[in-house]
């Protein structure tokens, strides 16, 4: 069977082509908040009660789809839980109320769960480490990508066919990518269209530290190196989320913008994350070359440098313009990304692809725990004191996450890390 140059690249789109579904089911739902609130009558904290259902499920499913992705295996795993969140996206257009709507945006966040863990894992399959950060930058550009997409693809329909339409295709398209990916994906070392040359260019590159069999779950969350990833994460989180789910909602009730003009400014954080995400994948591999950095300090380093920048958004109660605060959403939106490839690379540095989908979940379990409880605090205060001082507090959140991150990783032992350069 002929061979595929560059097939790990074409891996990572696929994988990046998933998430871009991923989040365009998931930010259908923040898109339509300002129409769904008039239509199913529900209030700004019982939307946040919705958005908390998605969160639950999906912060109790990260560990366990991590399990059962590094059991399973990632070409039957990630297809079998695309299906089920395609499933669930759909299933968003039979809503009557703000309950039933919150049940299915809870199954919804059980299976999508998967997406994160499935992409570190491939990327710890496919990728040698030097290029692991600039992997993980791609197919973190899905998050912002489905996000992007969102507000005109959903109003577009929502304005064309109704709402339920919206939730109904946005959910649908899910299941074609499933099958591609089943049909698609093998590992490297099973691959039929993978080359000699680059199977040897990406196992030869990997240089994981020697264990003895895979370790137990409890191992891989009591290690120092899983914390090193997870408090960043949890940190890091609520800004994403704040940005996902209550964007639109904000620009409607405190920028007093209709649904048009969201669909014409609310993908714009968006796209500066997915430079953000892209970029940042860059700046390791700069920063080894350049300036001469250990391979996790590169990740490190780009970590704190979005945690600085997180200052933008946490002004944007400062700004008249809603103008200016769509800049200032594109700050964040741009470092928050770059954290998020930085930190994320990190999993597939400090563990073994083995033990990748288990760390990488769980870690964003801790992350999602700290969504979940901003969103629950935006939806409880924000029409009693604003929006603006809980943004003030997202940019606190990041730096407090950098900081932690760097005091962990110093006190890691020099080889667990493989803080010499690849």
Known sequence: MKTIVG????????????????????????????????????????????????????????????????????RLGFALFAALWSAAGVMHGFATGWLSLGAMRGLLGLFEAAAIPSGMKAVAEWFPDRQKSVAVGYFNAGTSLGAVLAPPVVIFFSLRFG??????????????????????????????????????????????????GKRSTREVVTSRRFWAIALPRF????????????????????????????????????????????????LSPFLMRHFRLPLVWSRVAGVVLGAFMMIGPACIGLVASPYQAIALF?????????????????????????????????????????????????GALADKVGYGPLFACLGAFDIVGAALLVWLIRGQARNDYRIASA
């Open 7 to 74: 097939l790990r690249w074409w891996i990572i789109a696929l994988v990046c082509v998933g998430t871009i579904l991923n989040y365009l089911a998931r930010n259908s739902l923040s898109v339509l908040a300002p129409e769904l609130k008039e239509t199913l009558h529900f209030t700004t904290q019982q939307y946040s009660y919705v958005v908390a259902a998605f969160q639950i499920g999906y912060t109790i499913m990260q560990p366990v789809c991590g399990i059962l992705v590094d059991i399973l295996g990632l």
């Open 163 to 212: 709402w339920q339409t919206a939730f109904i295709v946005t959910g649908a398209v899910g299941f074609i990518w499933a099958a591609a990916w089943y049909v698609l994906y093998r590992s490297p070392r099973a691959h039929p269209r993978i080359s000699d040359h680059e199977r040897a260019l990406i196992l030869d590159g990997q240089h994981t530290p020697a264990l003895h």
């Open 235 to 282: 940190f890091a989180e609520p800004a994403w989320q704040t940005f996902s789910f209550w964007i639109p909602l904000y620009l409607a009730t405190e920028r007093h913008m209709d649904l048009k003009q969201i669909a014409i400014f609310a993908w714009l954080p968006f796209l500066a994350a997915d430079m953000g995400g892209i970029l940042g994948g860059y």
């Open 330 to 378: 594109c700050v964040g939106g741009f470092a928050h990304q770059m954290i998020s490839a930085l930190v994320n690379t990190l999993a597939a540095d400090v563990f073994d692809p083995q033990e990748v989908g288990t760390a990488s979940g769980f870690a964003g379990m801790a992350a999602w725990i700290g969504g979940l409880g901003f969103s629950l605090l935006v």
